[in-house]
């Protein structure tokens, strides 16, 4: 509601004095809530030794190392063999060689980043599509039992993912998709679809079918009618429900760390993992946290309409 | 678009044998998304249940399998093990849903003032629900490094209690509290983005209604603000009770459910006995129970929400 049109005498609009005070204590946690976030992306751009300086450094030099170490692997050399390498190649190999290390090859996060892109890309792409299909026969259709069959679909979320596991792990062991990208495409549509056929009938039911039927009038079989009015029609629900079933795939974890160990693991499991020289490697546990977060970012501002409708399966519409 | 027009002169009579009739669409356009989820959650739900009653090990296939009948129940029903992992998932789940609740709902009470920004800081607040369980827990372990991470050292700042001299994750007393804390920071803006739906369907007529009675504002919020939110929290406490019994990921990165098993939750215990003891016929007894303790709660839960609804 603009300032302009809302009413200055309602006795339902809060008081000046009210909204300054919401707006402080709103802002205040939203700022909190992101110290953790700031932390992380900071830690990113710093040092090992400032990484783990006591007391923690707020104030600090910017360094690359946390990205290099993120994307290389490197050995331990003497400073005899490293000065009688060639000058440095790249940012990266100069900052090793201050370590006095070498960079012996490329690290996993790139396969694995790249596994997340393709698992959660083809797992949306085939959740979406069958939800739709199923949504509009839900949404149009008299299916017998039909309120019995949605219940069925959302009632699949309810299971621990450990012990859905526990079976899919005999079952892909014995049928060779054990610790394969279609494997783990095809566990994650089966979740996701549950969320898509929910969130899509929602948006379905909002088109009127006075659209298909007029086509049909027309001459348009019920299939042509699908196709060229209602999906055009339902674009924006299809873009939202990609969305969500992006994110669960990008996040998820527990199906994971159980069914995948090497070709096709995906980030998650794998950034945990990013040991340094006696411990953890702060600053590149950062570093590969920051560069998994920023699509989430993305999507997060794009999907900021629909939002409520995705988190509640479509329970609860603005 | 030239056969559209060629079927358009038709009478209507023939278009439907030419095009699938309806009810064969319905059943095509649904049968692919019941196949998947029959071989993906059915089948493997229907072997779980067979492997419950049954002596398998996941890492010994080749041995014979015997029927063991009821065995893994009873000894599950009778486990200090498992009882102590009920007993941590009950405080996770309640402490994590009351503080939710109330700094989410108070959250939405505070942003449905619609002060100038709103919207922009409501989006803000999201930001920690949309990232992965498992990555927010693995960089709060670094958080909650009592030497070096930045949330000793935040709290001394403010107490002066030394930054050294507590362990978040390492003590008995802090560490079932820890996961509290990361899954408020967490989970806090998804209720109170529900709430804002639900403070936001009361119409305004009804505070004027009540501003014509002079209701006091304390008035008002207990008899039209809360009852009127009251089905939406219900809806929020639903998913989130939901979410937090079957919380596996994020606890796993921060604890792995130490010190000890204080922080051993549910599905902590379940993956333990299932892929590292390859128990696997007790744990799918395990899983069974788990699933139904689930959908039996849910049931009654939804059943009572109905009821408040209603009314």
């Known amino acids: 509601m603009s300032a302009a049109l809302s009413t200055a005498h309602s006795v339902v609009e809060p008081t ?21 976030l700031l932390w992380i992306f900071a830690t990113g751009w710093k040092t090992p030794p400032d990484s ?145 056929v929910w969130l899509l009938k929602g948006f379905i039911d909002e088109i009127p079918r006075e659209y298909e039927e007029a086509a049909m009038i027309d001459g348009y079989t019920r299939l042509q009618a699908f196709f060229k009015v209602v999906l055009p029609q339902a674009a924006t629900g299809i873009a939202a429900t990609g969305i969500f079933c992006l994110i669960f795939a990008w996040n998820e974890y527990a199906f994971a760390v159980l069914l995948t160990s090497g070709s096709a693991q995906t980030a998650p499991p794998f950034i945990p993992t990013i040991i340094g020289e006696g411990g953890m490697d702060w600053p590149a546990v950062g570093a590969g946290t920051t560069l998994f977060l920023i699509p989430i970012l993305v999507f997060t501002v794009l999907l900021r309409k629909h939002l409520l409708r995705g988190i509640t399966f479509g329970a609860v519409r603005k | 678009m030239a056969s559209v027009d060629a079927i358009s002169n038709r009478p209507a009579a023939h278009r439907g044998l030419r095009g699938l009739s309806d009810r064969a669409i319905a059943w095509l356009f649904i049968a692919p998304t019941m196949i998947l989820l029959l071989a993906i959650n059915i089948f493997p739900l229907f072997w779980t ?31 200090p093990e498992v009882w102590a992992a009920m007993q941590a998932t009950a405080h996770f789940v309640f402490w994590t849903i009351v ?113 014509v009675d002079r209701a006091s504002k304390w008035r008002q919020f207990w008899s039209i603000t809360l009852p009127m939110a009251l089905p939406f929290i219900m809806l929020a406490v639903l998913f989130r009770g939901i979410e937090n019994f079957k919380m ?55 059943k009572a929400l109905n009821r408040v609804k209603q009314r």
């Open chain 2, 248 to 302: 596996f990921d994020m606890v796993t990165l921060l604890t792995g459910g130490g010190p000890g098993s204080t922080t051993e939750l549910a599905s902590i215990t379940l993956k333990r006995q299932a892929f590292e003891a390859y128990r696997t016929g007790y744990s799918s007894a395990f899983a069974i129970i788990l699933f139904v303790a689930v959908f039996g709660l849910a049931n009654i839960y939804v």
């Open chain 2, 99 to 211: 503080l939710q609740t109330v700094i989410g709902f108070g959250l939405a009470y505070l942003i449905d003032r619609k002060f100038r920004g709103h919207a922009l800081w409501t989006t803000i607040i999201l930001i920690p629900m949309m990232l992965s369980p498992a990555v927010v827990g693995n960089f709060w372990k670094f958080l909650y490094q009592p030497q070096i991470g930045l949330f000793n050292h935040v709290i001394s700042f403010f107490t002066g209690i030394p930054a050294s001299s507590f362990e978040m994750l390492g003590s008995v007393a802090l560490a079932p509290w820890a996961i509290v804390i990361v899954d408020t920071w967490m989970w806090t803006p998804y209720v109170m983005l529900i709430c804002l739906a639900g403070l936001r369907s009361i119409p305004d007529y009804i505070y004027e209604a009540a501003e």
């Open chain 2, 49 to 79: 249940i067979y492997l419950s009653f049954t002596n398998y090990a996941s890492n010994r296939p080749n041995r014979p399998v015997v029927n063991v009948g009821l065995r893994w129940y009873r000894d599950i029903l009778n486990s």
């Open chain 1, 16 to 36: 000046v004095t009210a909204k300054r005070v919401a707006a402080a204590v709103v802002i205040l946690y939203a700022l909190i809530s992101l110290v953790p």
């Open chain 1, 52 to 196: 783990i300086s006591y007391p923690p450094k707020i104030v600090f030099n910017p360094s690359l190392e946390g990205y290099c170490n993120l994307f290389t692997t490197r050995t331990r050399q003497t400073s005899e063999y490293i000065q009688a390498l060639g000058p440095p190649q790249g940012i990266c190999d100069k900052v090793t060689r201050q370590r006095e290390m070498v960079i012996a090859g490329p690290s996993n996060y790139m396969p694995r980043f790249v596994n997340s892109l393709i698992i959660a890309f083809g797992s949306t792409f085939l959740a979406v599509s069958l939800g739709v299909l199923s949504a509009y026969a839900f949404s149009r259709f008299k299916i017998p039992l039909a309120d019995d069959l949605l219940f069925f679909i959302l009632s699949t979320r309810m299971m621990p993912p450990i012990a859905v596991a526990i079976p899919i792990y005999l079952m892909y062991r014995e049928v060779g998709l054990s610790d394969t990208a279609l494997g783990m495409i095809l566990l994650y549509t089966a979740v996701n679809v549950s969320l898509a």
